[in-house]
């Protein structure tokens, strides 16, 4: 399972950010087009799981949510 952040910040602002704040995964800087055009991201946080062959098969903005459903397919 991988763990992958995009970030709305440029990147000078989100190193700021993250030497305050410890995240245990990887973070892209400067997402905010990519995530409204492409992923059409209109609230935060927004989480996607994709599974290996790259289809998306949950889209949550509920982190109890995201836990039930990764429960289920544990």
Known sequence: MVFL????????????????????YQTVASQASYMSDKLKVNEYPTHFLVDKEGKVVKVTNSAEELETFLKRML
């Open 5 to 24: 952040s995009l970030a709305i910040d440029d990147k000078a602002s989100l190193k700021s950010f993250l030497k305050k704040t410890k995240f245990d």
